[in-house]
Nanobody
Framework: QVQLVESGGGLVQAGGSLRLSCSAS????????MGWFRQAPGQEREFVVA????????YYADSVKGRFAISRDNAKNTVYLQMSSLKPEDTAVYFC????????????????????WGQGTQVTVSS
C-alpha cells in the first residue's frame, strides 16, 4: 500500500510555470509506475503523463507535450511535474497516481490502470 500527497498547486498567470510534487509513503516507491491526471470542473479525469519505475521512460498527452515535464526521485519517494507555458485550459485539479501494472508507460493512460491516488492539488491559470 502507498499513500500519495500532492503539493505545489496554486494560481498562476497564463504563460507562467508551476512545479507539482507528489510524495509517497512506504519503501516500495520504485516499484510503481507513476502518473499525473487532471480533472477540470464538469469534465472527466484525463491523463497527463506517466513515468516508468526507473524514470527512464515517459509518455505525455499531446495537450501537454513540450510544455510539461515529469521526473522522479526514487531516493526521495517523490515524483514531480514541471509545468511551463501554462494556459487557462490547464486549469484543473491535478492528481498523482501509482500503478503496479506490468505494462509499458504508454499503456497507462487509463485511470483504471492505477491502484493508488492522491487527494489532488488545484492549479488555476488566469488569462
Amino acid at each position: 500500500q502507498v499513500q500519495l500527497v500532492e503539493s505545489g498547486g496554486g494560481l498562476v498567470q497564463a504563460g507562467g510555470s508551476l512545479r507539482l510534487s507528489c510524495s509517497a509513503s512506504g519503501r516500495t516507491f520504485s516499484s510503481y509506475i507513476m502518473g499525473w491526471f487532471r480533472q477540470a470542473p464538469g469534465q472527466e479525469r484525463e491523463f497527463v503523463v506517466a513515468i516508468s519505475r526507473s524514470g527512464g521512460r515517459t509518455y505525455y498527452a499531446d495537450s501537454v507535450k513540450g510544455r510539461f515535464a515529469i521526473s522522479r526521485d526514487n531516493a526521495k519517494n517523490t515524483v514531480y511535474l514541471q509545468m511551463s507555458s501554462l494556459k487557462p485550459e490547464d486549469t484543473a485539479v491535478y492528481f498523482c497516481a501509482a500503478s503496479t501494472a506490468n505494462t509499458p508507460v504508454a499503456a497507462t493512460t487509463q485511470s483504471s490502470v492505477y491502484d493508488y491516488w492522491g487527494q489532488g492539488t488545484q492549479v488555476t491559470v488566469s488569462s
